[in-house]
Nanobody, 112 residues
Framework: QVQLVESGGGLVQPGGSLRLSCAAS?????MGWYRQDPGKTRELVAT???????NYADSVKGRFTISRDNAKNTVYLQMNSLKPEDTAVYFC?????????WGQGTQVTASS
C-alpha cells in the first residue's frame, strides 16, 4: 500500500505559477501527476523515476517541471505560464509493483 498526500493548487491568473507537492508513504520507483477535467478522461501531465528520468505531456513541455526528493519520497510539479486550458483537478500518481496509486486530487484553476 502507498498513501499519497498532496498540497498546493489553487486559483491563479493566466500566465501565473503554482507548485504542487505530493508525499508518498514509502519509496516508489515512478511518481507523477495526471489531471482530469469533468467529463473527460484522466490524462498524463508528467512522471519521474527515482533515477530522474522524466516524461511530459506535449501540452506542458517547456512550462511545467517535475522533480523529486527521494529522501523525502516527495514529488513536485512547478507550473509556470499557466493557461486556462490547464484548469483541472490534478492527481498525484505512484506506481509500486504492479499497482497504481492515486492522491485525492487538488484543484488548479487558471482564470482571470
Amino acid at each position: 500500500q502507498v498513501q499519497l498526500v498532496e498540497s498546493g493548487g489553487g486559483l491563479v491568473q493566466p500566465g501565473g505559477s503554482l507548485r504542487l507537492s505530493c508525499a508518498a508513504s514509502r519509496s516508489v520507483f515512478t511518481m507523477g501527476w495526471y489531471r482530469q477535467d469533468p467529463g473527460k478522461t484522466r490524462e498524463l501531465v508528467a512522471t519521474i523515476t527515482t533515477g530522474g528520468s522524466t516524461n511530459y505531456a506535449d501540452s506542458v513541455k517547456g512550462r511545467f517541471t517535475i522533480s523529486r526528493d527521494n529522501a523525502k519520497n516527495t514529488v513536485y510539479l512547478q507550473m509556470n505560464s499557466l493557461k486556462p486550458e490547464d484548469t483541472a483537478v490534478y492527481f498525484c500518481y505512484a506506481r509500486y509493483g504492479p499497482h497504481n496509486y492515486w492522491g485525492q486530487g487538488t484543484q488548479v484553476t487558471a482564470s482571470s
